[in-house]
């Protein structure tokens, strides 16, 4: 995970790109660290995700998981690493923005929906890879989908897993631009920086408001 903060704008860089940015134990820690530093630091005035490389983010290292096992227990991992940290992205008093590079799958998807406004390249998409595998979707997406993209989108991502390109994923409604690929860190760099110019309080309060 690359972090760096300049012009008000902390830009948190998922960094695995041969590997898609796929999230690894170490990644949660680091990425817990950085929301810590977004919230303490008054240098902080907005946050802006992102990933290296071709993909945003495919979700979970299904390496680390032996799927196999009909004893797997991942509840433990998402209480304590998956779920706070979407909380704290969306209960965080300052402006959250999204630049979905390429792919978004399973988690990757849900976390970068947990983003208070989200860009991406026309040629990204989301998958809510979840029942390839066998679960539910998590990370926030049972709750968001249905509320961004009605329930019959939802219900057809959730149960089908297939491809949303992001130019649907705009008209569903689900992110809230999407952009030319060669645009979006331009464009998503001068949105994270306006929400940085723009007033901080009331902007927590406006998420607070409206979440
Ligand atoms: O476990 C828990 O704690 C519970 C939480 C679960 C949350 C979840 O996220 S579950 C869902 C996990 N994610 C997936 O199921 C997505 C798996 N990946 C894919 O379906 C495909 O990679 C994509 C559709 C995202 C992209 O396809 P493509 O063809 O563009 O790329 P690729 O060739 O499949 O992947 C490139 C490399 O990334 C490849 O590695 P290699 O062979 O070049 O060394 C591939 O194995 C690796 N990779 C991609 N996704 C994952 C991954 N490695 C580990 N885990 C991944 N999730």
Same mark, same amino acid.
């Given at each position: 995970?690359?972090?760096? #903060?300049?012009?008000?704008?902390? #830009?948190?860089? =998922? ?5 898609l940015?796929?999230f ?17 630091? %008054?240098?902080?005035?907005?946050v ?24 797997l227990?991942?509840?433990?991992? =998402? ?5 706070p940290? $979407?909380?704290?992205?969306?209960? =965080? ?14 988690a990757?998807?849900?976390l ?6 989200v ?7 989301? $998958? ?6 066998? =679960? ?5 997406? #049972?709750?968001?989908?249905p509320r ?10 959730a149960?089908? %897993? ?14 809230? !631009?999407?952009?030319?690929?060669? !645009?979006?860190?331009?464009?998503a760099?001068?949105?994270?920086? #306006? ?10 309060? $406006? ?5």
């Amino acid at each position: 995970v690359l972090v760096s #903060t300049a012009d008000g704008v902390m #830009t948190i860089t =998922l960094n695995r790109p041969e590997k898609l940015n796929a999230f690894v134990a170490a990644m949660h820690g680091l990425l817990r660290e950085a929301l810590t530093r977004a919230e303490e630091d %008054a240098a902080v005035r907005a946050v802006l995700l992102t990933g290296a490389g071709r993909g945003f983010c495919a979700g979970q290292d299904l390496a680390e998981r032996d799927m196999n096992d009909p004893n797997l227990d991942l509840g433990g991992g =998402l209480e304590a690493n998956y779920n706070p940290f $979407i909380r704290r992205l969306r209960s =965080l008093p300052k402006p959250v923005a999204c630049a979905v590079n390429g792919v978004a799958a399973g988690a990757g998807a849900n976390l970068a929906l947990a983003a208070d406004l989200v860009l991406a390249a026309r040629s990204a998409s989301f $998958i809510q890879a979840f029942s390839r595998i066998a =679960l539910v979707p998590d990370c926030g997406g #049972t709750y968001w989908l249905p509320r961004l993209a009605g329930l019959q989108r939802a219900m057809g991502m959730a149960l089908l %897993a297939g491809r949303v390109p992001a130019e649907d994923a705009e008209r569903w409604g689900l992110i809230w !631009k999407c952009v030319d690929d060669d !645009k979006l860190m331009d464009e998503a760099s001068a949105l994270a920086r #306006t929400l940085a110019a723009g007033p901080t309080h009331t902007y927590g309060m $406006i998420k607070k408001a409206l979440y």
